[in-house]
Nanobody, 117 residues
């Protein structure tokens, strides 16, 4: 089975930055869809960003320029860079992956991001 390992969460003050990482157990070239979701306590899980080779669905955080994605293909790792963090960004962040020719998706274990003074 595909495994996703997340890291990089933690406690940060408003206006600070964090970089989350997600490392997959399969080659980057075998991935059809990959991205991030987040879920705050008592709230529905929501999309942060989801992308393929041909299209991307971004949240307003990306459109505003606060969040960006980078990739290390050799390490099968994707990074979520989050800047100018706000208390409203507090949530558990989950990496998501779906391989080519598969309707089954896979989730990382989640990493906690807390933005508080």
């Amino acid at each position: 089975q595909v495994q996703l390992v997340e890291s990089g969460g933690g406690l940060v003050q408003p206006g600070g930055s964090l970089r989350l990482s997600c490392t997959a157990s399969i080659n980057f070239s075998s991935i059809d869809t990959m991205g991030w979701y987040r879920q705050a306590p008592g709230k529905q899980r929501e999309l942060v960003t989801l992308f393929t080779q041909f299209e991307t669905k971004d949240s307003a955080d990306f459109r505003q320029g606060r969040f960006t994605i980078s990739r290390d293909i050799a390490k099968n790792t994707v990074y979520l860079q989050m800047n100018s963090l706000e208390p409203e960004d507090t949530a558990v962040y989950y990496c998501y992956l779906r391989p080519y020719r598969s309707t089954q998706g896979y989730w990382g274990q989640g990493t906690q991001v807390t933005v508080s003074s």
